[in-house]
C-alpha cells in the first residue's frame, strides 16, 4: 500500500475543488474510528458505538480536513493572506496551513473566550491574533466584510472548499465499516460539519449504494439557536468550540437533519462535562467539552427514551482533543494532593 498523503490526494476525485488548486497538506485525516464497548454498555448496551476521534488531526481537530483544501484553493489562486473568525480550532488550522503553504494568517477571536490550547497553536503558528470585544458571531461579520473589501481570503467554512474537504470524514467512516452507521451524533456551532458530513454520506451514497446515517446534531443549551428556532445574542457556554448563536449554515442544518430523519437537540454543560469525564474515564479517550457534545446528546435521547438504538449502529464525532482546554479539566478538580517525599506516607495515602 502506497504511503499515505492527506485527504485531497485520498478522496481528491470526489471533491469539487477548481483545477488551479495546489495541495497543502500536514496529512490530516485517517482518523480512527474507535469501538468505545463500556460506553456503550454504560448507556444501555445492546447496540454498536464508535467513536470518531477527530482530535487526532494535526492541529487536535478536524477543522484540518475543510482547511487542506482551503489553503489549497487559496494558494493555487495567487492568494498571498488568509483570514478567518474563530472560536479557537479554525484559527489553530488556518494558522498552521497558511504558515506551510507561506500564506499570511490573520484570526478574530472573541476576548477571553477562546481555550488555551487553541491561543497558544494560533500563536505558535505565526498567526496575527486580533482579539475582539464580542462573540464568534461579531467577529465572523467582521472578516467577512473586510475580506469583501481586500484581497485576503476568507477561510471560515462560508468558504465552499472547507465543506468539500469535511466531507472526507463521512468517506472515511464508510469505507471503514463498509456502509453508513444507522446513527450519526454530532456537535453543532456555526454548522459546518454537519452540512459537510451529510453532502459527503448522500454523494457516497449515490456512487456506492451504502446508505444514510441519521443525523443527531447537539448544541449547548445557552447557545441553541436551531432548537430554539431563533438567533441568541449572547449565547454562553463551557464549550466555547460551540459558542456560536447565528449559525453561518444554520439552515442547510436543519435541512440535513431532517432529510435524514433525524434531529437537532440541545443539552446542558453538566451533560457535556458529565460526558467528557464518562469518555475519559470508560475508555481513555480525552475530548474538549464541544467535542462530547454529540455522545451527551445521545445519552440524553436514550435516557429520554426517545432513541432507540438496540441492534444499531452509531458513530460519535468527536471533533477535537482533550489537550485544547486543559483548563476545564483543572478548573473543575484543583490541583492534586501533595504529600512529603516519603514511602510510609504514600501507603498510607494507599492503603487506609
Ligand atoms: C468547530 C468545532 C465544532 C463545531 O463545528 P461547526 O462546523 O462549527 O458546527 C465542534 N467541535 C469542535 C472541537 C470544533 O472545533
Known amino acids: 500500500m502506497s504511503e499515505y498523503q492527506g485527504v485531497l490526494h485520498r478522496y481528491g476525485h470526489l471533491l469539487h475543488l477548481p483545477p488551479h488548486t495546489r495541495p497543502v497538506t500536514l496529512l490530516e485525516g485517517n482518523t480512527p474510528l474507535i469501538p468505545v464497548l463500556r460506553l456503550a454498555e454504560h448507556l444501555g448496551g445492546g447496540f454498536e458505538l464508535y467513536v470518531k476521534y477527530e482530535g487526532l488531526n494535526p492541529t487536535g481537530s478536524f477543522k484540518d480536513r475543510g482547511m487542506t483544501a482551503a489553503i489549497s484553493e487559496a494558494v493555487g489562486r495567487g492568494a498571498r493572506a488568509v483570514i478567518c473568525a474563530s472560536t479557537g480550532n479554525t484559527a489553530a488550522s488556518a494558522a498552521a496551513y497558511a504558515a506551510r503553504a507561506g500564506l499570511r494568517p490573520i484570526v478574530l477571536i472573541p476576548q477571553g473566550k477562546v481555550a488555551a490550547g487553541k491561543l497558544a497553536g494560533a500563536v505558535a503558528y505565526g498567526a496575527l491574533v486580533i482579539q475582539v470585544e464580542g462573540s464568534f458571531d461579531d467577529a465572523l461579520q467582521m472578516v467577512v466584510e473586510i475580506s469583501e473589501k481586500h484581497p485576503i481570503c476568507l477561510v471560515n467554512s462560508l468558504n465552499p472548499y472547507r465543506i468539500e474537504g ?187
Open 166 to 352: 469535511q466531507k472526507t470524514a463521512a468517506f472515511e467512516i464508510c469505507d471503514r465499516l463498509g456502509a453508513a452507521p444507522d446513527w450519526l451524533c454530532l456537535p453543532v456551532g456555526n454548522a459546518g460539519n454537519i452540512t459537510a458530513y451529510w453532502a459527503g454520506f448522500r454523494q457516497y451514497d449515490f456512487l456506492r449504494g451504502i446508505g444514510l446515517p441519521r443525523l443527531l446534531g447537539v448544541q449547548a443549551a445557552g447557545a441553541a439557536p436551531l432548537v430554539l428556532g431563533h438567533p441568541v445574542d449572547h449565547p454562553e457556554t463551557i464549550a466555547t468550540a460551540i459558542r456560536i448563536g447565528r449559525p453561518a449554515r444554520g439552515e442547510q442544518a436543519l435541512q440535513a437533519a431532517e432529510e435524514s430523519g433525524g434531529r437537532i437537540i440541545a443539552v446542558t454543560d453538566e451533560e457535556i462535562l458529565t460526558m467528557q469525564r464518562q469518555l475519559a474515564a470508560l475508555e481513555g479517550i480525552w475530548v474538549e467539552p464541544a467535542s462530547a457534545a454529540g455522545l451527551a446528546g445521545l445519552a440524553h435521547e436514550i435516557a429520554a427514551g426517545r432513541l432507540n438504538v438496540r441492534g444499531r449502529r452509531v458513530v460519535a464525532v468527536c471533533t477535537g482533543h482533550g489537550l485544547k482546554d486543559p483548563d476545564i479539566i483543572t478548573g473543575q478538580i484543583g490541583s492534586p494532593l501533595v504529600i512529603s517525599p516519603r514511602v510510609e506516607i504514600l501507603e498510607g495515602v494507599l492503603f487506609q
